[in-house]
């Protein structure tokens, strides 16, 4: 089982998108939402990256949300 974890806030349509996708997939998955979550945001940030959603697989980053990829690496 592959560990998915998802970096959200909660205006952002396309990390609503990216977690029905996973979801209707039946995935399980740790969401960090940065709008209230300020570690999750400063964890973000020390990472590099600046918008959401990011999609950890493992030790793979998905920026944005990428239908294809994720089905690549799922």
Request: aromatic share 10%.
């Amino acid at each position: 089982m592959r560990k998915i974890k998802i970096y959200t806030s909660s205006t952002c349509s396309h990390c609503h998108a990216a977690k029905d996708y996973l979801d209707e997939k039946g995935y399980t998955y740790e969401e960090k939402n940065i709008s209230y979550d300020s570690e999750a945001k400063k964890e973000l940030i020390s990472q590099g990256f600046m918008g959401v959603p990011i999609i950890m697989v493992d030790d793979e980053v998905v920026e944005g949300f990428n239908k294809s990829k994720l089905d690549e690496m799922l």
